[in-house]
């Protein structure tokens, strides 16, 4: 267990205190940076062209797993560093290690916190277990722009649900997991303009505390151990030298005692940017902004021993940002027991890994469109011929998503295997059709194979190298082959059930006309086969819903359900309005939406008041009676919006306040209650002071974004 929250925590420091005054400003220095360790130049056998060595010139190392990798850099760390100080090591572990979870954006489209904390208990427990101390996750940038290809990275468009997602995801990681945690990336990186990575924005301080610094504050509430920069800049000041952000809103207004990472060599970058004269001055300003730890390179041991002689940079400073990394350490134990056992294998692919990647993954699907075709029910289909076609069936690597840690494809079940295993081998027909290139030679031949079944399955999507970082795209359609596959299926006549794999939403408004069903099952991981056949096959009814808005066009992006009004909102009611003459500017399947195999009604809607005293601490309670309609058992996600309808600056349309996730049978009915305070209605005003403000409310209970059947007005008073 790591936390800042564990009085256990405070005893570290004090450990740290110690060895901290035995050092020297160059021995401290060494601390706050950090090697690469694929490159070999912390090996003492590698010589710098004077002669000299990195050998225990760094107080952590970049992507170094593996007990044997692991224990040979703590060996030479131990011999190498003074008062043999070991490394902590860091990997770039986000949505599973061995064992491959669903990327996280598919992750919030459970709408579960809890089972979000175990799987990243699982992801950090199987981290752990290979060596490795320190995991750059989770990010939790809000994403309203699908263009930028992290939004498979992140939780989605919401900032609350964000919030509720990164709190899940630093207890799971460090209370349940053992590794230490990264909050990603600080802040509003995700805001870039036209949506492309590393991209700056302008942004007001309101924008800045209401929509996008909620989410960091819950992983500090949680005890997050780490903050990792943003690349980006934010009104002309880079992150990575941003004192504002970095000093006075992350440490002073937002609490945060742990220590900071610089992103992948951003402390250099900020020569680019325009921002600093030279390396010299790069190290000075990135350092003296807060970025306590350097990733990549010897800025930091080449200049900020010079800068403290010259008073450039404080060694008080120095001192407390050596402090933060040598108490983590002593937090993770790595001074007690610097060496990992040789025997981990036990902790990946285990049954309840894999057990949990599959429910993780089945729970994430979201059902989009659904004529009735959908459950291919076994029973019903037996003598019957399914068409599988598409390059995602029978792959074992794209389904994987974007930033698999410790790929193993071998371990993959792909769709088509799973689907031969659930039906009969002999009902199922496959024709790849397409691969992941261009090549349109095989669509003939499969739509020939096609023409036999009575139903077929097209896995399409997008690959997994074109979601993550450095894949902004402003074309979300599918690729024009698996276009022109699809057209040519669909001209065959047969129910055509959708499955898309993706990492960000595709435009899907021309491709629904031609199918029978859309399941978007995102990059689902390891489990991926047996976590489609489940739905598929009726066993598990899917309950995802959508946690980012999928728009008409690419160029209507960026769009999210939580928008401003404006003088003239797009009411049709008159000419002159906020839209545009050629597509509509709502999405296509909004935040919060997603089918089942059942239906789902509300009744008994009430509010406990229509007033909320502001200074008592009082709070309303909604409730309702959620019935299960429909034929299968299944979950439904009950939402809770409000409205602020007057401020003193401008509130979105909605806000999404609340959610319960409800589980019934056939004909089941189950009273759900949500409480919403005044500290639920709070926001920074336009004078940055984060308080409710008294006036009208509406509130609505809701089946996703778009929903507004049940309406309640009340008042803060």
């Known amino acids: 267990m790591f936390t800042l929250n564990d009085p256990k925590y405070r005893e570290a420091r004090e450990k740290a205190k110690e060895l901290l005054s035995k050092m020297t400003l160059e021995e401290k220095v060494i601390q706050l940076t950090q090697y690469i360790g694929t490159d070999n130049s912390y090996n003492p056998e590698h010589k710098e062209k004077d002669g000299s060595t990195n050998a225990g010139r760094c107080g952590s190392l970049l992507a170094v797993c593996g007990a044997a ?99 899940a995801a630093v207890h799971g990681f460090q209370d349940d997991g053992g590794v230490m945690a990264c909050m990603k990336h600080f802040v509003a990186y995700s805001a870039g303009e036209g949506g492309r990575d590393y991209n700056g924005c302008e942004m007001s301080m309101q924008t800045l505390f209401n929509t996008f610094i909620p989410p960091f504050q819950a992983g500090v509430d949680a005890g997050v151990g780490t ?68 990733m990549l390179g010897n800025l930091y041991n080449n200049y900020l021993p010079e800068l403290v002689r010259e008073g450039r940079v404080s060694e008080e400073q120095i001192d407390e940002s050596v402090l933060r990394v040598l108490a983590a350490k002593y937090r993770l134990g790595v001074f007690d027991s610097p060496f990992v056992p040789d ?19 089945r729970r994430s699907f979201v059902l989009l469109e659904n004529d009735g075709t959908l459950p291919l029910i076994p029973e019903k289909y037996k003598g019957k011929k399914i068409g599988v076609v ?41 024709s790849e059709g397409v691969d992941f290139s261009d090549g349109i030679e095989n669509i003939e031949k499969a739509c020939c194979d096609m023409a036999e079944c009575d ?28 276009k022109l596959l699809l057209e040519r299926l669909a001209s065959l006549g047969k129910p055509i059930v959708l499955l898309v794999s993706a990492g960000r939403p595709l435009i899907l408004d021309k491709i629904r006309k031609s199918v029978s069903a859309i399941l978007y099952i995102w990059a689902p991981g390891t489990e991926a086969g047996h976590a489609v056949c489940d739905v598929v096959s009726g066993d598990f009814s899917p309950s995802g819903k959508t946690t980012i808005s999928f728009p008409y066009t690419s160029a209507s992006l960026p769009y999210y ?9 797009a009411s049709g ?49 909604v409730t309702l009676k959620v019935k299960n309609t429909g034929g299968f058992e299944g979950y439904d996600v009950v939402q809770l919006y409000v409205r602020d309808v007057v401020g003193s600056i401008t509130r979105p349309v909605k806000e999404l306040k ?20 005044r500290d639920d209605l709070a926001f920074w005003n336009a004078d940055m002071e984060y308080t409710a403000e008294k006036g009208r409310f509406k509130l609505w209970v809701a089946h996703d974004s778009d929903d507004n059947n049940i309406e309640f007005d009340f008042e803060l008073v």
């Open 455 to 482: 139903v077929i399955i097209a896995a399409l999507g997008e690959h997994s190298s074109q979601s993550g970082e450095a894949t902004s795209k402003t074309n979300l359609e599918l690729p024009e082959n698996q």
């Open 390 to 430: 598409g390059p995602y069936a029978d792959d074992r690597i794209s389904v994987l998503g974007c930033w698999a840690s410790i790929m193993t494809p071998s371990r993959t079940v792909s769709i088509l295997s799973a689907l031969k295993e659930r039906y009969s081998d002999s009902d199922i027909i496959f």
């Open 69 to 167: 990798t692991v224990n040979g850099f703590q060996k030479i760390a131990l011999e190498y560093t003074p008062h043999s100080v070991p490394v902590i090591t860091g990997c770039d572990v986000i949505h599973g290690y061995r064992t491959t979870m669903p990327i996280p954006l598919a992750l919030s489209c459970t709408f579960e916190p809890d089972l979000i904390r175990k799987c990243y208990g699982i992801i950090g427990k199987e981290a752990a277990s290979d060596g490795v101390h320190w995991v750059y996750a989770p990010m939790v940038d809000v994403a309203r722009d699908s263009r930028w290809g992290r939004v498979a990275e992140g939780y989605g468009e919401d900032t609350y649900l964000c919030s509720e997602m990164a709190s």
């Open 343 to 361: 025997d981990s294998d036990g902790e990946f692919f285990s049954d309840e890994h894999l057990k949990t990647a599959r429910e993780c993954a």
């Open 561 to 569: 359900y939580n928008h401003k009004s404006t003088g003239r909102p």
């Open 227 to 294: 903050f990792m920069n943003a690349f980006n800049e934010i009104n002309g000041v880079p992150c990575a030298a941003n004192r504002t952000l970095l000093t006075d809103i992350l440490r002073g207004k937002m609490g945060f005692d742990g220590f900071v990472v610089s992103d992948y060599d951003a402390v250099m970058e900020l020569i680019n940017h325009g921002f600093a004269e030279d390396e010299k001055d790069a190290a000075m300003k990135g350092y003296n902004a807060g970025v306590d730890v350097l």
């Open 658 to 677: 609340k959610f319960v996730k409800v589980h019934a049978a056939p004909g089941e009915e189950k009273e759900v209650s949500m409480t919403l305070s």
């Open 573 to 621: 009611e008159m000419t002159f309005e906020s839209k545009y003459i050629d597509t509509p500017i709502g999405a296509l399947y909004p935040f919060g939406y997603g089918m089942s195999y059942t239906t789902f009604e509300y009744s008994d809607a009430a509010i406990s008041s229509d007033k909320i005293k502001a200074e008592s601490g009082e709070s309303i309670n």
